[in-house]
């Protein structure tokens, strides 16, 4: 007995004209293969029928190597940045409140806060730099890196 073939959806269809058009993106497709590819991925009633339209493509390099989710990555990665100076940032006002109000009530003026300042800042440095680097400048950034 052999098992029905299952009929595919406007889900399964979506996702494969999307994986097309990533393959357009990528330079896989032409315009002209990207089309009729496109109209047949609408015409098609089972899925295997779309898995055909997909056979000769690289779909798994395709999804990685996809603009859209470097960019989410990329987006994720400033985000952490960000959430670490904040709390950098919190707790450097928070020792510098305290060696303050030490230095008020009892007039030890030792600057402690040195060394949780530095040690967090190297953190940062350390979690930061490395991202930095690996990234494309943000939108309407106007400076440049110096190779040499």
């Known amino acids: 007995m052999t098992s029905p073939t299952l009929r595919t959806g406007d889900r399964e269809r979506e996702a494969t004209a999307d994986v097309l058009g990533q393959a357009l993106a990528q330079g896989y497709l032409d315009m002209t293969e990207y089309e009729s590819r496109l109209l047949a991925v609408y015409d098609a009633y089972t899925t295997p029928d779309l898995r055909q339209l997909t056979a000769d493509l690289p779909v798994a390099d395709l999804r990685r190597n996809d603009p859209r989710r470097q960019a989410a990555r990329t987006a994720a990665a400033r985000r952490g940045i960000h959430v670490h100076l904040a709390g950098y940032a919190a707790m450097v006002v928070i020792v510098l409140t305290v060696w303050l109000a030490v230095g008020l009530g009892s007039g030890g003026w030792y600057f402690w806060p040195v060394w949780?300042?530095?040690?967090?800042?190297?953190?940062?440095?350390v979690h930061a730099l490395p991202i930095r680097l690996a990234m494309p400048p943000c939108p309407g950034f106007t400076g440049h890196r110096s190779h040499h």
């Open 116 to 125: 949780p300042i530095l040690g967090a800042g190297i953190g940062v440095l």
